[in-house]
């Protein structure tokens, strides 16, 4: 059992060996070449070799090898190959008698193709990815030697199979063709080995790896390997002199037997038949007619087979051609549908949209409206109140410039106290008009306090104390007064 992984050959049923420079436990690869006992084709050196004597022991062992296998999970597989496993199974055999004859045996060899994957699909990297790398580079090398393989079977001119780029199609493909070794005798020369691929596909699982592992056995199907002629069409197809000259002189010449002198010529006589071989090649030559006969009519199938084969593409092609036509036919409906309501769509989103947002303009012009209103009145009252201020602050003015003038006329002399009109340095020069009778009043008015309060005498009683007056109250001109101040 051995395995190919990174384009190098492992053995499975050989354990690791530590390396004395590094100290990691590495598995030697070996080499795909010949061998002085098979120098006319190319073996494995190297492997491991068990004897199994039962089916339990062959069942261990391939367990044990399958252990060792290279196997990681991925995004798309738990448990992914990472190479291509080869298990040889070899079977000898011998004469049992006094005198034991020579082993002869053939193996047989089941290669488990480890599958190609997608880096974005099974989400690998690193080591992981190049193997992959490797895994599919080999399956493109393989599915170009099937290529060339089916390509010459169709064509006169035989292709040279690729088969040496990578060394799974080294093992596959190397001694597959007859052995052209002239050294050793024809005893010695061996078949070219036979294969067989058996795919298996899940109905379920990817289409792309489905489609590839159909394309692989479609190629496999059409390998055909060239049959070897039998001796009776050999015979048949010879012409009649070319098999005269044969019989007359053989491949192999013999000596001539030792003759006296002047003796007769030499004479090669043939033995005459009997009955029981004439009858023989009776049969022998009926076969023949028989078999020709046979052979007629499948090739006449043959060519009814190919004319029907031919005319079902022909009707493939053709139904391929009319599903293209109404498959585009389909899409080209099936857009200019999608067009038309796309249209439609749009346009009741359009209107939807203009509603919306008349809506929402008569909405903010009714806030504004409300918000207009609100200020106005804000601004109605903002006025009156500063009319108040002002008015207050008049006020306030007034009365501080009547205690200022207040304080003026207590700070005057007496004779300066009175009034202008009882002064004799003031005349009036004109007849007062209303606006100086108002004037006068108030001048009046302001005398008569300013007498009332300061320039009233404090009387003083018989004991020398002053008398206590009643103080008088406020009268109502001076009210008055202090309301228009």
């Given at each position: 059992m051995?395995e190919?992984?990174?384009?190098?050959?492992?053995?499975?049923?050989?354990?690791?060996v530590?390396?004395?420079?590094t100290k990691?436990?590495?598995?030697?690869?070996l080499l795909f070449?010949s061998?002085?006992?098979?120098?006319?084709r190319?073996v494995v050196?190297g492997?491991?070799k068990?004897?199994?004597?039962?089916y339990?022991e062959?069942l261990t062992?391939?367990?044990?090898?399958?252990q060792?296998?290279?196997?990681?999970?991925?995004?798309?597989?738990?448990?992914?190959?990472?190479s291509h496993?080869?298990?040889?199974?070899?079977v000898?055999?011998?004469?049992c008698s006094?005198?034991p004859g020579?082993?002869?045996?053939?193996?047989?060899?089941?290669?488990?193709?480890a599958?190609?994957?997608?880096a974005?699909e099974a989400?690998?990297?690193?080591a992981t990815l190049a193997?992959?790398g490797?895994i599919?580079?080999?399956?493109?090398?393989?599915?170009?030697c099937?290529?060339t393989?089916?390509e010459?079977?169709s064509?006169?001119?035989?292709?040279?199979?690729?088969?040496?780029q990578?060394?799974?199609?080294?093992?596959?493909?190397?001694?597959?063709?007859?052995s052209?070794s002239?050294?050793?005798?024809?005893?010695t020369?061996?078949?070219?080995?036979r294969?067989?691929?058996?795919?298996?596909a899940?109905?379920?699982g990817?289409?792309n790896?489905?489609?590839?592992?159909?394309?692989?056995?479609a190629l496999a199907?059409?390998v055909?390997v060239p049959?070897?002629?039998?001796i009776?069409?050999t015979i048949?197809?010879?012409?009649?002199?070319?098999?005269?000259?044969?019989?007359?002189?053989?491949?192999?010449?013999h000596?001539?037997?030792f003759?006296p002198a002047g003796?007769?010529?030499?004479?090669?006589f043939?033995?005459?038949?009997?009955s029981?071989?004439?009858a023989?090649m009776?049969i022998a030559?009926?076969?023949?007619a028989?078999?020709?006969?046979?052979?007629?009519?499948l090739?006449e199938?043959v060519?009814?087979q190919?004319?029907?084969?031919?005319a079902a593409?022909?009707?493939?092609?053709?139904?391929?051609?009319?599903?293209?036509d109404?498959e585009?036919?389909i899409?080209?409906?099936?857009a200019?549908?999608?067009?038309?309501r796309?249209?439609?769509?749009?346009?009741?989103?359009?209107?939807s949209?203009a509603?919306e947002q008349?809506?929402?303009?008569?909405h903010?012009d009714?806030?504004?409206e409300v918000?207009e209103?609100?200020l106005?009145?804000d601004e109605?009252?903002?006025?009156?109140?500063?009319?108040?201020?002002?008015?207050?602050?008049?006020?306030?003015?007034l009365?501080r410039?009547n205690?200022i003038?207040?304080?003026e006329l207590a700070s005057?002399s007496?004779?300066?106290r009175k009034?202008?009109?009882?002064?004799e340095?003031f005349?009036?020069s004109s007849?007062?008009s209303?606006?100086d009778?108002?004037?006068?009043?108030?001048?009046k008015?302001?005398?008569?306090?300013?007498?009332?309060e300061?320039?009233?005498p404090?009387?003083?009683n018989?004991?020398?104390s002053?008398k206590?007056?009643?103080?008088?109250g406020?009268k109502k001109w001076?009210h008055?007064?202090?309301e228009?101040?």
């Open positions: 051995y190919v992984h990174n384009d190098r050959i492992y053995d499975l049923l050989t354990p690791a530590k390396s004395g420079a990691e436990v590495r598995r030697r690869p070449k061998t002085e006992l098979s120098p006319d190319k050196a492997l491991r068990v004897i199994c004597s039962s339990n062959a062992i391939i367990e044990t090898g399958l060792e296998r290279r196997v990681t999970g991925t995004g798309s597989n738990s448990v992914s190959s990472r496993g080869f298990f040889v199974f070899e000898k055999k011998r004469t006094r005198r020579p082993w002869e045996g053939n193996k047989f060899t089941i290669v488990d193709l599958g190609s994957e997608r974005r989400k690998t990297a690193g193997e992959a490797k599919n580079e080999s399956l493109m090398y393989l599915g170009q099937l290529q393989q089916s010459a079977a064509s006169s001119k035989p292709n040279i199979v690729p088969f040496r990578c060394k799974l199609t080294e093992l596959l493909f190397s001694n597959s063709f007859p052209s002239t050294s050793h005798s024809q005893a020369r061996r078949n070219p080995q294969g067989v691929m058996i795919v298996t899940d109905p379920r990817d289409f790896a489905t489609s590839q592992i159909l394309r692989y056995s199907r059409e055909t049959r070897v002629p039998s009776t069409t048949l197809a010879q012409p009649p002199q070319m098999a005269q000259n044969r019989s007359v002189s053989p491949t192999h010449p000596p001539r037997p003759m003796g007769g010529s030499y004479r090669n043939s033995p005459p038949m009997s029981d071989e004439r023989t009776e030559a009926l076969e023949i028989r078999l020709s006969e046979e052979a007629d009519q090739r199938e060519d009814r190919n004319e029907a084969r031919v593409e022909a009707h493939l092609l053709t139904m391929e051609d009319r599903m293209l109404l585009a036919a899409r080209e409906e099936c200019m549908e999608f067009e038309q796309l249209a439609l769509e749009m346009a009741r989103w359009k209107n949209m509603i008349e809506r929402t303009e008569e903010w009714r806030k504004v918000l209103r609100g106005a009145s109605d009252c903002d006025k009156e109140n500063v009319l108040i201020e002002d008015l207050e602050e008049e006020v306030d003015r009365r410039e205690g003038l207040k304080r005057r007496p004779t300066k009034p202008l009109e009882e002064r340095d005349a009036p007849k007062p209303r606006g009778s108002m004037t006068n009043l108030g001048r008015l302001e005398r008569m306090r300013v007498s009332g300061k320039a009233r404090v009387p003083v018989g004991n020398g002053p206590k007056m009643r103080k008088l406020t001076e008055e007064e202090d228009l101040s």
